[in-house]
């Protein structure tokens, strides 16, 4: 019975492989969330953070309500409270 627990594991992984061309053709590569990409980029560059430091730029003034990257808009905070703070749905 313990054999075929990481065997089952592994069947069940492969069946649930993810299609990345498809996702970034179907949403992704999108020029909505091109853009959307570019401003959270954006932001990230106007706050000085780097690739990996686990903090994220949170807009106070979401973009998706008319908020903006201006500096007054911005503000650094840790990964988990910017996901914490997002809507629930």
Known sequence: MIMRIPILKA???KEKAR????E?????GKPEQ???RAQR????RKLGLKHGDGKEADHKNPLSNGGSNSKRNLRVVSRSTNRHKG???
Do not use: G, Q, S, W
């Open 87 to 89: 809507a629930k749905r």
């Open 41 to 44: 980029n954006a932001a990230r």
């Open 19 to 22: 299609d990345y061309e498809a």
């Open 11 to 13: 069947i069940l992984a």
């Open 34 to 36: 091109i853009k959307r």
């Open 24 to 28: 970034y053709r179907e949403y992704h």
